[in-house]
């Protein structure tokens, strides 16, 4: 698949020497879903603002679907939905007055079936007569969706959209995400809700301190990264790991009940089978064994840990 965006030596430095965002390298492909990773302060919505054009770079280049977002800023800026973390409406207008003007914005012909299909994915269609400061937050969080798709935009940009939000909302997020993609749409997301993107991402960037550390498929990230957990299960309760168990690198369990093994499936040997005959020649009885595959929580608390190390 081509690349819609196209990110290169991307940098942002400020007067006070800080740098935001440090020779970035990104291509994101035409219809897949890129979640963007990072704790705060890591660059991600810096990121996404010198995209959109909110912030200037201090050098590099950017283009969306060959448009150089210097050279041919209206062209590209035409392809780009966005959804803010902060919510700013203007609190008296009508909702489908708000999200008609967005696509004005854009230079798009008024098309009322658009408008009218938008606001009933977002379950806005029978509030669209009121004000917007008559609704609740998550109902003006639904406002900005509308207002970013309004122009029909090839590449969204989610930053932190269900941040604070019900759990209804964050469905109807992802339901319509999954729509857009099937359209063709480009979606990158920020996201505090890291389970969120491990069940709708392709794929997954990690941002620390201005710099990427890795981009790569979701699927094989956990494949490569991921680690396996087995817990040994035990009929009766230990105050401390047996010495004869010591040099397995076990974890006794909060209730003393049982023994937790990290293994690596990639290696060749697991060291399982050792470890349940060690397990029984110390005279423990089992009662259960469990396994369970790391997260991309996990995964990307361990990448952020090393850099920051």
């Not at 991307?10 to 020497?17: P, T």
């Not at 806005?124 to 029909?152: C, P, T």
């Amino acid at each position: 698949m081509p690349a819609v965006l196209n990110i290169q030596n991307l940098r942002k430095a400020y007067s006070d020497g800080f740098e935001a965002l440090k020779n970035i390298d990104l291509q994101i492909e035409e219809g897949e879903i890129f979640a963007l990773l990072g704790p705060n302060g890591a660059g991600k919505t810096t990121l996404i603002s010198t995209v959109c054009g909110i912030t200037t770079p201090s050098s590099g280049s950017i283009s969306v679907s060959g448009h150089d977002i210097a050279a041919d800023f209206r062209a590209a800026r035409r392809l780009i939905g966005l959804v803010p973390q902060e919510i700013a409406l203007e609190p008296f207008e009508k909702v489908i007055n708000t999200v008609r003007f967005s696509r004005g914005l854009f230079g798009k012909p008024r098309k009322d079936a658009v408008i009218e299909d938008i606001l009933k994915r977002l379950s806005l269609w029978d509030k669209r007569d009121n004000q917007v400061r008559e609704l609740s937050g998550g109902m003006k969080r639904r406002v900005l969706i509308a207002k970013a798709l309004a122009h029909e935009p090839r590449l969204l940009f989610l930053d932190e959209p269900t941040a604070g939000v019900d759990v209804e909302l964050r469905k109807d997020m992802w339901d319509i995400v999954a729509d857009l993609k099937r359209d063709g749409v480009t979606i990158i997301l920020t996201t505090h809700y890291i389970e969120e993107a491990e069940a709708i991402a392709d794929r997954v960037g990690v941002i620390a301190k201005g710099e990427i550390l890795l981009v790569e498929e979701k699927d094989r990230l956990m494949q490569q990264m991921g680690k396996k957990e087995l817990e040994v299960q035990l009929s009766g309760s230990l105050d401390s790991i047996p010495g004869a168990l010591a040099h397995h690198n076990l974890q006794l369990g909060a209730d003393g009940a049982s023994l937790i093994y990290v293994y690596d499936t990639n290696q060749e040997r697991t060291g399982i089978t050792k470890l349940l005959n060690d397990v029984a020649a110390a005279g423990l009885t089992l009662r259960d064994v469990v396994t369970r595959q790391s997260s991309l929580e996990d995964i990307f608390v361990t990448l952020v840990r090393e850099d920051a190390a």
